[in-house]
């Protein structure tokens, strides 16, 4: 379980659900990498900071894993279309 992001890019990272243990740390989030196969529980600033693309909309609760990409390229053609 890596406390930072991996290298590889927001593009690979899909949020999963946390486990009990991991709610004990509400600032953090599960993620996992698709290209790496790495599970990494990242604080919410320190992931906005790394990708300031990504929309705050996504560090939202999900109850079901979804990819961060469908949502950047969502949000930038939004902008594009404005």
């Given at each position: 379980?890596?406390?930072t992001p991996c290298d590889c890019g927001v593009s690979w990272l899909v949020r999963m659900n946390r486990t009990f243990w991991m709610r004990l740390l509400p600032g953090r989030r599960h993620y996992f990498c698709v290209r790496c196969k790495s599970?990494?529980?990242l604080s919410r600033s320190?992931?906005?900071s790394a990708f300031p693309?990504?929309?705050p909309?996504?560090?939202r609760d999900l109850t079901n894993p979804a990819p961060l990409e469908d949502a950047v390229l969502h949000e930038a053609a939004a902008r594009r279309a404005r």
């Open positions: 379980m890596r406390l599970a990494q529980l320190h992931l906005r693309a990504m929309s909309d996504l560090d």
